[in-house]
């Protein structure tokens, strides 16, 4: 009698437990990670890819890099297309791939390319827990980056296959064989291959303060390629350092192999005092010194001010931002306000485009794409963000589409 | 020194001048005696009820009882006990009557545990507040070997993400507030700032009598400036009684906890517990791994984490005395703790750590002091205080190498490179004095006033030894909070009670910065910022019938910066004295619903719907190397729960929660110091790497005498479940390409065997048996299949 009682009790139990399980779903295998292959965006007859950072509330970034086929029209958006990536990202183009450096928690180098089938994808993941300061041709078939923080002790460079992606070597030289200073680090601010020397040009920042105690001349490291092995800091006394806070523009290689060495010591962009006027210098090809005869005195041709965001154009031009503001009248850390100019190397002359509102950067690479006498660009305004179309003969700009974002990333021709 | 402002001071005018003019006038009657056992023993938590009535109470410890406003009349008084058979007595009271009754209980051995859901266990009293609250009740849990965070999870509209096994980082979120928002409490003592050893995942259920967790409305004597809520552990209050139990299981987990009081004729009593936690939390994750110069080697490998280790021990004892002339309860201790703590990864599983510890060690001395019918009868004070000293060590010192999954150390060459960063070894030395005194006033069976004070001193001082000139480490923070709240209960009739609460919020704060440190205009400035904020809300609660009670509660809160916050820290983060609490209107409606019949079934269903409106949110803005705390973020939450629980006798039990909370960001505007003030593109759009659908569902089966006498064997089942989210915001990107933490669902079960009516326990339990992945956000791995044995000695007196 018991028994069944039990067995009843326990059937009914069972019951229950069954009843619980039907609502168990199945678990999938799937651990929400997009696999490469899944990632494929349609960019069928599209010549542009733009990349932009969406702010999140929380201060948190989001970037998407999506195809585009006008520039000068509409809006341009990420809803509901592009590629996604938490985290900080840096984007830079190397021929014909984007390359996106950065990550959440995490340091990855992602190559984003069109595709023979007309579609952008995403090769590559190779990560690192330091992040790359930068990272830039070397030759053909060769990326070479550089990992530097006025905290550390060493510098680091790595070598990537530029096709697959894959890291091919590492070497870490001592900042001690660049400078004897203790009280302040190397911070990077540009780099450039040019025939068998790496170039790096950088700032000395004291890593607890952040002040520059260091603006008395410019310095740039000069490496054997590809050995990567030091063999000297040249400097020069007639301007201050090269570059500044994370825009990574110190250094500019034009189509002859010239490098141009561009100096501020700008308080928006990270120096706390400053010693020299802001000025060009030069490297000719194949050589490992400035060039002595060569000095683009800046404050000349625009009033006492001083440029950045250098990006080299095409015979000897180069489209630049001019800090319209004197060093002592700028906020720290604003990176503005700012004008754009085009710049001729040669005939040392400086043409402000018009058309273009006033604004700020915010210390990160220029989004730049150069279309014959063209370069469209993006300012941010009151209004939201808009792509300029400027040409470099007239230095006449027009407003052209929307982009919806916080920030450009990047606009590139694909 | 705290000035009142003009409100505050009506309010306590108020307070004490109708404390003093009104004489409490009783014309009701009362019913009071003692409860004990046959064999003599007091019996100290005995529900006595009125059939039928909505009132009732609990005997003492020393198995006394009192029951006060009872309308003259017939009336049949219920008693029930846990492990008792229950008694009925019908009675006639004449207006003023304190009629006296003694009660002797017989044992019914195999009706341990069993909850007479008629009468009004202090569970359901907490339960029936006019508050949105939820109490559990940790004694189910005694034999298992779970710990506070897992009693927690399975109260509907909580949520917390655990980044990995025991010790690790705990996110606990309720209706969608998180971190500060949320404010949690030891026996109302505040434990913000108890140090890394009181983490929900380490304290064991044993220690605990139960827990309350207040949604959105917190009562005033808590006191405190939560914006979304409050939880409140309460540790074992019995007075006589030993608990001793070790639990070992995978990953080389050991826990053990002894729990005890013991208290003299003469009202001397000793109480306290000792728990020691460790684990190796070497359980196995699928990640790639990587070479020196990070390409991928190997892909999706199922390696054992190597650096996870876990150590913590607390130890609590309270000495004093019980039911004197001068105090109910007046109680000194000293909490010590202290705990270390080996970290495998940070944020995400990228890269693995290899030598970042954190360690902390507090000491807590407290003191505790109850009086009921203070200087008049019905005048009730209550005085809790403790100071906190926290010595907490972040430990990233093991420089030259980093490590892949497998932990081979991969030579990086640097001297001055530590896995976090630049080496360090930051202490950080916390000083915090927290106070809370309350008072309680009832002036007849309608009206009762609360009165709450409290005040909390912080003080931080950083050192890093590594690198003992960042400025961020020259500057002490020192934080006063004073918060004052009044509260007026009405109970209009036994079906229906209000309260109407308000608190006045002061914030005190003081730090020091340095100026132009690389000059010689180099100074040293004092910062000071004061601010006054007034809160308010209501709650109300009605009975439409017996089985069914109705609740609905508001209150506008606000939850105050933070030193850092407001007076940054002398470095990279700026100060804004400007800033603002962040304030917020939460709503709470909901339902309970008992029902039994034939003494058989009984079953319970719970309903709750949530609207949360947060705005002034502190929002952090970046310029460069530094960053600016701002008013600006806006939240909005809605969001429905629900749980229903069934049982047949004794022998079944089924529960199944279930949450939805659709938490959406308000902001207009985000802030980029570059570009100023923009538009927030995710306006509207859920905040992401947050469950939005999650519950679980809890089967369980009870034998009785299986094999000895006096026995009892269970069986229990758990599910849980949380749907797929976004890792990022929904609205931008490709929907094939963007990242999501899957959809996760896991099976626990537990074995149950105890004899010696309740001396002697052994519990088996399995942990997600089906061997799932488990995430947290940023797709963190959980443990797999985990077995644990727990083996658990208790007394009761």
Known sequence: ?414 | MLKFSKNSLIIIVLFLGTLITTQAQNKLASIAGKVNSEKGELLEGVNITLKGEFLGTTSNEKGKFVLQKIKPGKHTVQISFLGFESQELEINLVPGERFEINFQLKEAPYRINEVQLSGKSAIRQINEQAYAVTSVSAQEFYNSTSDAKQILDRIPGVRILQEGGLGSNLDFSLNGFSGDQVKFFLNGIPMDNFGSSFNLGSIPVNSIERIDVYKGVVPVWLGTDALGGAVNIITNQKNDFLDASYSIGSFNTHRASVNGAYTHENGFTVRGNINYNYSDNDYSVFVDIKDELGNIEEEDVEVNRFHDRYRSLTANVETGWIDKSFADQLLFGVIASGDDNQRQNGATMAHPYGGVVTESRSIIPTLKYKKQNLFWEGFDVSLNSALNLTETKNIDTLTGVRFNWYGQPLETGSQTDAELGTASLVTMDDREFTTQLNSGYLFNDQHSLALNYSYQNFHRNNNDELNPDKPENKFPNTLKKNILGLSYKLDVNQKWSTTLFGKSYFLNVETSKEYDSDNQNRRIASFESNQENFGYGVATSYFIFPQLQVKASFEHTYRLPTATELLGNGFDINSNVNLQPEESDNYNLGFIYNQDWQEKHSFKFEGNFIYRNAENLIYNSVQGITSTKINLDKARALGAEGSINYSWKEFFQLGINMTYQDITDQADKIYDSYSGYQENFNKGERIPNTPYLFGAAKAGLRFKNVGLENSLLNLNYTYNYVEEFYFSWQRFGNRDGKSVIPQQTSHDLELVYSFGSGKYNIGLECRNFTDNLLYDKFRLQKPGRAFFLKFRYSINH
């Open chain 1, 1 to 414: 009698m018991f028994l069944n009682q039990l067995s009843k009790k326990i059937a009914f139990a069972c019951l229950g437990l069954a009843g619980m399980a039907s609502i168990v779903s199945c678990s999938s295998d799937d651990d929400g990670t997009p696999s490469e292959e899944t990632i494929r965006i349609p960019a069928e007859g599209m010549d542009y890819a733009v990349s932009v950072a969406i702010q999140g509330s929380e201060g948190d970034f989001t970037y998407y890099t999506f195809p585009a086929d006008n520039l000068m029209e509409g809006t341009l958006t990420a809803e509901g297309q592009g590629i996604e990536q938490p985290g900080y990202y840096d984007f830079t183009q190397i021929d014909q791939t984007i390359y996106s450096i950065g990550g959440l928690d995490d340091n990855n180098v992602v190559g984003i390319s069109k595709n023979s089938e007309e579609y952008l994808v995403q090769t590559g993941d190779v990560s690192y827990q330091n992040s790359l300061s930068d990272m830039v041709k070397a030759d053909n078939n060769t990326l070479v980056s550089v990992t530097m923080d006025a905290a550390s002790d060493i510098i680091t460079f790595r070598t990537f296959n530029s096709n697959s992606l894959t890291a091919l070597s590492s070497k870490e030289v001592e900042v001690a064989q660049l400078t004897e200073v203790t009280d302040a680090g190397l911070s990077y601010s540009g780099m450039a291959v040019s025939g068998t020397h790496l170039f790096l040009s950088y700032y000395k920042s004291n890593p607890d303060t952040y002040a520059t105690a260091y603006t008395d001349q410019a310095e740039v490291a000069v490496f054997s390629y590809p050995e990567l092995e030091f063999q000297k800091v040249i400097t020069d006394d007639r301007v201050g350092p090269i570059g500044g806070f994370n825009i990574k523009d110190g250094l500019t290689k034009d189509n002859q192999g010239n490098i141009y060495a561009v100096s501020h010591s700008n308080p928006a962009n990270g120096y706390s005092q400053s010693a020299k006027p802001a000025g060009i210098l030069k490297i000719n090809n194949g050589e490992t010194e400035f060039d002595e005869d060569y000095y683009f005195d800046i404050e000349e041709v625009s009033e006492g001010y001083n440029v950045l965001h250098l990006h080299y154009l095409n015979n000897g031009k180069m489209f630049a931002e001019v800090n319209v503001q004197d060093r002592t009248a700028q906020e720290t850390w604003s990176d503005g306000p700012l004008r754009s100019v085009i710049l001729d190397l040669n005939s040392q002359t400086l043409n402000y485009i018009n058309g273009i509102p006033q604004h700020s950067n915010g210390g990160r690479r220029l989004p730049l794409i150069q279309e014959g006498n063209n370069v469209y660009f993006t300012v941010s305004g009151e209004n939201g963000i808009y792509i300029y179309r400027a040409n470099t003969q007239t230095y006449e700009a027009v407003q052209g589409a929307k982009i919806e974002a916080n920030f450009t990333a990047g606009l590139f021709k694909i």
